[in-house]
């Protein structure tokens, strides 16, 4: 069975933050859809997260002079952050596909990426 991600990579925090609790169960229903979706058609969800753009977010990497840098928040200079994923599992990538058109409900952009066994 081969291994993937599925990333929310263009979420508005701003905007969930602004949401009511019936907006949020809204996309939490999604993902549980996309969750019986994903089963139907041999495939499962075996983890994921959604991701916290809290005050304790970090950025570490490592500058033109070598030096390390550790900055406040996420990469600045992204467009987009990284808001959410699912591990899942599946036989048929087209199946995948299928199954993730749903989340497209809730989330402006669904990235799938085969994950590389070792």
Wanted: net charge negative.
């Amino acid at each position: 069975m081969s291994r993937y991600v599925v990333m929310f990579p263009a979420d508005n925090e701003t905007e969930w933050e602004a949401g009511t609790e019936a907006d949020h169960q809204a996309v939490y229903d999604t993902d549980v859809e996309f969750s019986r979706l994903l089963e139907a058609r041999g495939g499962a969800v075996t983890g994921g997260a959604e991701i916290s753009h809290s005050n304790r977010a970090r950025t570490i990497r490592r500058g033109p002079d070598g030096n390390v840098l550790v900055t406040d928040g996420p990469y600045l200079e992204s467009a987009e952050q990284l808001s959410g994923f699912f591990f899942v599992t599946c036989e048929e990538y087209d199946a995948l596909v299928e199954a993730a058109q749903v989340l497209a409900r809730a989330h402006p952009v669904v990235e799938i990426r085969p994950v590389e066994e070792s």
